[in-house]
């Protein structure tokens, strides 16, 4: 085992840690930034049913039935909001389902890591040079495990179609 040897091998090492950490550092900025859009979206949404709620049930304890009373801001087609807003509430929690996928993705990329330093440093212990690593590999290897579009576009560096990352209102479950 030769200094150059080592030196080539901690040379693609310091390659794999420049590629990989600002990719992890823009995925767990998506993460938070959907973990808080989500969250401020989800508690407005259940302000405005509270809110609902509370109209109906002053008209129910006046005995009227429903049609919006003059000077009410509530909508005529109160059911119709209500549905748009529990849709928009389930659409919110899928954030955990998209927080959890890229932070998994994430933590195996890291346990991956791990285990490549401890080969090679074992390699070293036993007086064998590691191989260096193939970065090219290793970065193909971490875009065919995203199961969201915020992770490669994180991966790529591009810019976020909306502030928080979260592709709209759809609902998609997956």
């Not at 959907?34 to 006046?62: C, D, P, W």
């Not at 919006?68 to 509430?89: C, F, H, M, R, Y």
């Not at 090679?120 to 212990?125: E, F, N, P």
Request: glycine share 8%; net charge negative; charged share 25%.
């Amino acid at each position: 085992m030769t200094q150059a040897d080592v030196d080539r091998f901690h040379e693609s090492l310091d390659q794999l840690l420049r590629l990989s950490l600002p990719i992890w550092r823009r995925q767990i900025d998506t993460v938070n930034n959907q973990l808080v859009s989500s969250v401020s979206n989800l508690t407005e949404r259940f302000m405005h049913i509270a809110y609902v709620v509370g109209q109906f049930k002053a008209l129910e304890g006046q005995g009227k039935g429903w049609t919006p009373p003059p000077g009410s801001d509530l909508p005529a087609n109160l059911g119709e909001v209500l549905g748009q807003d529990v849709e928009k509430i389930i659409n919110g929690f899928q954030f955990q389902d998209r927080v959890t996928q890229i932070l998994g993705h994430i933590s195996g990329e890291l346990d991956d890591l791990r285990d490549t330093i401890s080969d090679a440093l074992q390699d070293l212990r036993d007086g064998r040079v590691p191989e260096p690593l193939d970065v090219q590999a290793w970065n193909q290897s971490m875009k065919r495990k995203y199961t969201t579009p915020e992770e490669l576009r994180d991966h790529l560096g591009e810019a976020a179609d909306d502030a928080a990352g979260t592709g709209g209102d759809d609902v998609e479950l997956f």
